[in-house]
C-alpha cells in the first residue's frame, strides 16, 4: 500500500474518479488498491486478470487523468491483476461468461418487467416449448442480460445442454472471419447445432444484409428442431431499422415482451437488494435519495451504490445523507422541486392552447393528440408515477398508450426542432429551473 501522505492522493483519486467517471465505473472498482507510485508510475492492483482487462481498455484514461488531477504532475497508470477475481469460464456457454450475480433470484421484479421475467422462467423451465423464439426489449440498463442470463443459469441447473450465448456483433465478426478463413461450414454447424442460442442486442443486424441472411437460415434450421431461440433489443422487431421482414416476421412468432424504466418503488426495491448483495447497509433516507435522483435503470442505481460505498471507503467516513450527497454530486439546498403531473398538465395547456378536459378525452385530433403525448411523455420522465398511473390521468388509457407516445415524441423530438424547443421550456418551467 501506499504511505500515509499517498493515501490522502489516493483519496482524492477516488473521488475525481466518483466524479467523473460514471457508467465506467463497476462494483469492484473499491477493491482497486494502489500498490506503488514511482518515477511516474502509478500502479494499481485489481482483483483478477479479468478485472485488470477492463480497467485497460475502459478505465486507464479516468484514472490517468485522476492522478494528475490529484499529483498536479504528468502520471502514467497501469493495473495488475490479483488473483481474487473470478475464473475465466469453462464449458458449453460461449460468450459473454455468465455471471453469478446474473439469477432470477437477485432480479428484482416490478410492473415494469413483470412479463418479461414470467416469460424468461417459463423458458428456463421448459426450453424450445415455452416461446420460441422470445424476443425481449428495452433501453440499456433495464435487465435484459440479467434475464437472458438467469434463463442459462436455469437451463444449466436442469440439463446439460450446449449453450451458445453471445452478443449480435460478436456474431457478425464471426462470421466475417469464417468467410476470410473459408470455415463457413464451421461457423454453421456451431450455431445450428446449438440447443439454446441467445444472442443479445440483436439490433446490430441492421444494415448487415450478408449476416441477415446466414442469421434467417440459423434462424429456420434451430426453429425447426424445436431448439430455444432468446434474442435482446433495444427495440421492438418492427422498429429495427433496414431489418428484413422476413427476420421481423419470425422475430414476431413467439413473445415480444418488453421492459420498461423501473417506477419508484421498484427503483427502491432495486437498491435495497443490490446493496444488501454488496455488504452496504444503506440508510432508508439515501435509499428515498438515490431512487428519487436517478430514475434511468438498474445500473445506474447500482452505479450510484458504488459512488456512495467507494466514497465512504475512501473517506472513513460512515453512509448517511450529506455523504451520498456528495458521492452523486447533488447540492441539496439547490436540488430542483419533485415535479407533479399536474405541473406538466399545466404547462403544456399553456403552451399548447389547449383544455384539460380535451386532454382527458378520446379526441385523436393532432391538436389534441400531440398535447397529450407530450403530456405522458413529460410525466414519464419528471415523475416517479408508474405507465399505469400516467394513464389513468389520461381518461383511464392503459400503459401501453403511453410507450406509444413516448416513442412517437421521441422521434418527433429529434426531427421537429420546434418541438424539442418547447419540451426543454416546459421541463425547466416544471422543474422551476432558468434558461
Not at 80 to 88: F, I, K, V, W
Not at 344 to 364: N, T
Request: one cysteine or more; hydrophobic letters at 40%.
Amino acid at each position: 500500500m501506499l504511505s500515509t501522505v499517498d493515501t490522502q492522493l489516493w483519496q482524492d483519486m477516488i473521488q475525481h474518479v466518483i466524479a467523473r467517471g460514471g457508467a465506467v465505473i463497476r462494483p469492484w472498482f473499491a477493491q482497486l488498491e494502489p500498490v506503488a507510485l514511482e518515477h511516474g508510475l502509478l500502479e494499481i492492483r485489481t482483483p483478477g486478470p479479468r478485472e485488470q482487462g477492463y480497467c485497460q481498455q475502459r478505465a486507464t484514461h479516468l484514472f490517468t487523468e485522476a492522478a494528475q488531477a490529484a499529483t498536479g504532475r504528468l502520471v502514467t497508470v497501469c493495473f495488475l491483476a490479483g488473483t481474487t477475481g473470478a475464473d475465466e469460464p469453462t464449458g458449453a456457454v460461449q460468450e459473454p461468461a455468465l455471471s453469478e450475480d446474473y439469477t432470477f433470484d437477485s432480479f428484482v421484479t416490478g410492473p415494469c418487467n413483470r412479463l418479461a421475467q414470467a416469460a424468461c422462467l417459463a423458458v428456463a423451465e421448459s426450453p424450445g416449448q415455452a416461446y420460441n423464439p422470445l424476443f425481449i426489449h428495452g433501453a440499456a440498463g433495464l435487465g435484459k442480460t440479467h434475464l437472458l442470463q438467469a434463463i442459462c443459469h436455469g437451463i444449466i441447473a436442469r440439463s446439460a445442454a450446449r449453450i451458445v450465448f453471445l452478443s449480435c456483433e460478436t456474431f457478425i465478426n464471426h462470421l466475417i472471419e469464417a468467410i476470410e478463413l473459408g470455415k463457413l461450414h464451421d461457423f454453421r454447424y456451431r450455431y445450428r447445432h446449438a440447443d439454446l442460442l441467445v444472442i443479445d442486442d440483436v439490433h446490430f443486424l441492421s444494415k448487415h444484409e450478408q449476416t441477415q441472411e446466414e442469421f434467417f437460415h440459423t434462424f429456420n434450421t434451430l426453429y425447426q428442431s424445436h431448439r430455444q431461440i432468446i434474442l435482446s433489443c433495444d427495440r421492438p422487431p418492427a422498429e429495427i431499422p433496414q431489418l428484413e421482414e422476413r427476420l421481423v416476421s419470425r422475430f414476431n412468432w413467439g413473445l415480444v415482451a418488453g421492459i420498461d424504466r423501473p417506477a419508484y418503488e421498484t427503483r427502491v426495491a432495486i437498491l435495497r437488494k443490490k446493496s444488501t448483495a454488496r455488504g452496504v447497509q444503506l440508510p432508508e433516507d439515501v435509499v428515498c435519495l438515490i431512487a428519487g435522483t436517478i430514475d434511468s435503470n438498474a445500473r445506474e442505481l447500482e452505479g450510484a451504490i458504488t459512488k456512495v460505498s467507494m466514497l465512504a471507503q475512501v473517506l472513513n467516513r460512515r453512509i448517511d445523507l450529506a455523504l451520498a450527497q456528495e458521492a452523486l454530486g447533488l447540492d441539496a439546498p439547490a436540488r430542483a422541486r419533485e415535479v407533479t403531473i399536474e405541473q406538466i398538465i399545466e404547462a403544456v395547456i399553456k403552451r399548447f392552447g389547449v383544455r384539460l378536459a380535451d386532454l382527458q378525452s378520446r379526441k385523436r385530433s393532432k391538436s389534441i393528440s400531440l398535447p397529450r403525448q407530450v403530456c405522458m411523455y413529460l410525466a414519464r420522465h419528471l415523475t416517479r408515477h408508474s405507465l399505469e398511473e400516467i394513464g389513468g390521468y389520461f381518461g383511464g388509457r392503459d400503459h401501453t398508450t403511453v410507450l406509444h407516445a413516448n416513442r412517437t415524441i421521441e422521434s418527433l423530438r429529434r426531427e421537429d426542432l420546434g418541438l424539442h424547443t418547447a419540451i426543454e421550456q416546459i421541463t425547466r418551467e416544471v422543474r422551476g429551473t432558468r434558461f
